[in-house]
């Protein structure tokens, strides 16, 4: 339950999301306590999970608290998904304060603004709020051949690893629906044209940067017989899979991409 209560104060047995570069300290049981961390640490107030009340904190470095440092896509693979998105949130969280410090219009240093996760400019008034960042994936589908089933598009892309087969991803420009979004982006790196786009479900997603909210779709290609063209420059492979024999190259568990083509998958044939 997200939170921006200031006005307790951390209690020794409340979870303690410790964040430092892009990795966060765990402990025995998921996250350490308040009270495992030195006094003067600077608590900043995340919500509560299950009426256990969160706090982050940012340290320098690593070495500024033994412990074993491990990064947010290590911890979603294993922790439950409550834990997993907290420790999201705290990633999201803690990097947002770091990097908006100051008023993008007159320079004053910004102003907490009590019970929100937001900041004010004391001089000019410039109102900062947490601002997310939205993107889609899209989850492509066609008939297959007479009397197989239907297949499934998925894309490498240059940046990410190598052999991963994902989703066409992107995010949402100013201005436009997370649908719009969605035909847009699948259009500029496969060439493709969709029907019947329907809303899947989100995900928070603490990898490719603070902030993030992932909005999946379902799609089936407006021309059946068409064929992925790939930019060579976001993505470097495109390929219809029949829905009984996907690659092993499957994004993680813990991810909607995965939540996305398992659903799919699943779907009855026809
Ligand atoms: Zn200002």
């Known amino acids: 339950m997200p939170g921006a209560d200031r006005a307790g104060t951390p209690q020794p047995g409340d979870l303690a999301l410790v964040v430092a570069g892009r990795k966060l300290l765990t402990g025995a049981e998921g996250f350490p306590r308040v009270a495992e961390l030195p006094a003067d640490t600077a608590w900043v107030p995340l919500g509560t999970l299950d009426g256990v009340p969160a706090w982050g904190a940012e340290l320098a470095g690593e070495e500024a608290h033994p412990g074993r440092w491990r990064s947010w896509r290590a911890l ?5 998904a409550p834990l997993a998105d907290l420790a999201g949130r705290a990633l999201a969280v803690l990097t947002w304060r770091r990097t ?21 400019c004391p001089d000019c008034g410039l109102y900062v709020p947490m601002q997310l960042s939205a993107a889609v994936l899209v989850a492509i589908t066609r008939p297959g051949p007479a009397g197989s089933p239907d297949e499934l598009l998925l894309v490498r892309h240059a940046d990410g690893p190598a052999e991963l087969w994902a989703l066409v991803a992107g995010y949402v420009e100013a201005g436009e629906s997370l649908e719009a979004a969605a035909r847009r982006e699948v259009g500029e790196e496969v060439g493709l044209t969709l029907d019947q786009v329907s809303y899947f479900g989100s995900q928070p997603w603490a990898v490719s940067g603070p902030g993030v909210l992932l909005a999946g779709f379902t799609a089936t290609a407006a021309d059946p017989a068409a064929e992925p063209v790939v930019d060579g420059r976001e993505l470097v492979q495109a390929r219809w899979f029949p829905l009984d024999a996907l690659p092993a190259e499957l994004p993680s568990a813990y991810s909607i991409s995965r939540w996305l083509v398992d659903h799919v998958a699943a779907r009855p044939a026809g």
């Open 100 to 120: 908006h410090r100051w008023c993008g219009a007159c320079r004053a240093e910004l102003a907490d603004v009590p019970g929100e996760q937001s900041r004010r």
């Open 76 to 80: 979603a693979a294993e922790l439950p």
